[in-house]
């Protein structure tokens, strides 16, 4: 079956540096993308999201890269700030509303 | 107010018991969802419902089953509880297609089966 993986399980950064989170997928007739940020003891939170027609898309502090010719997408993190750290999970959905979430990155920022 | 919200936050129980997870969503959306989070933070689909359909991972077990006793409500029971079920259960709500297919997910319920 199709699936959704990180390349790294856990990214360990200093404050004050850019992260980048990686994500392969390989169904090639997703149309959406997301990534959520889960903090310690909660549920996964929405971040930034994106469409197949697309190949980047900003937000606050937070860029998400998609290529589609290699099925992968990333989240850059500019300025890590020590309240970024949680595990982060891409999701991709094919047409329909139920998405695939890849294993997650867990991001650890040092103070 | 919560948009996600669910009951109890954490339960602890026996093995073979029958217990419920209560989740409501207050955002209007159609579709509701509960996940299982497993210990290294992985996150599989148990059940997608909406109005008109209910979606089943055919690799949860029928001990598990959704009740929705209307739109905002989706909430899991389980039967005959085994040791392999502690994990966190999230309950998530989402619109069906339009602009945003992101979904809201609860705060979680840990459960734990001795």
């Known amino acids: 079956g199709e699936s959704v993986g990180l390349h790294l399980p856990t990214l360990s950064v200093q404050e004050g540096d850019n992260s980048i989170i990686n994500c392969a997928y390989s169904?090639?007739?997703?149309?959406?993308f997301i990534w959520y940020k889960q903090e310690s003891g909660k549920g996964p939170q929405f971040i930034i999201d994106i469409r197949s027609n697309m190949d980047k898309r900003q937000g606050q502090r937070v860029t998400v890269l998609l290529n589609k010719t290699v099925k992968h997408l990333s989240l850059q993190i500019a300025a890590t700030q020590p309240g970024d750290s949680a595990v982060y999970f891409c999701a991709e959905n094919e047409g329909s509303y139920i998405p695939t979430f890849g294993r997650g990155t867990s991001l650890i920022v040092h103070p | 107010d919560t948009a996600v919200s669910q009951t109890p936050k954490y339960l602890v129980t026996q093995m073979g018991n029958d217990k419920s997870i209560k989740c409501e969503q207050n955002?209007?959306?159609?579709?509701m969802y509960w996940y299982k989070q497993d210990s290294k933070k992985f996150l599989k689909i148990m059940f997608s419902?909406?109005?008109?359909?209910?979606?089943i991972n055919e690799t949860v077990p029928n001990r598990f089953s959704p009740k929705s006793p209307d739109k905002a409500h989706l909430n899991l029971h389980i039967n005959s509880l085994e040791l392999g079920d502690s994990a966190v259960y999230f309950c998530?709500?989402?619109?069906?297609?339009?602009?945003?297919?992101?979904?809201?997910f609860g705060p979680g319920t840990r459960l734990t089966v001795l």
């Open positions: 998530a709500s989402s619109q069906a297609g339009g602009a945003g297919r992101e979904q809201f």
């Open positions: 169904n090639s007739a997703s149309d959406y």
């Open positions: 419902y909406n109005n008109k359909e209910l979606i």
């Open positions: 955002l209007g959306h159609d579709t």
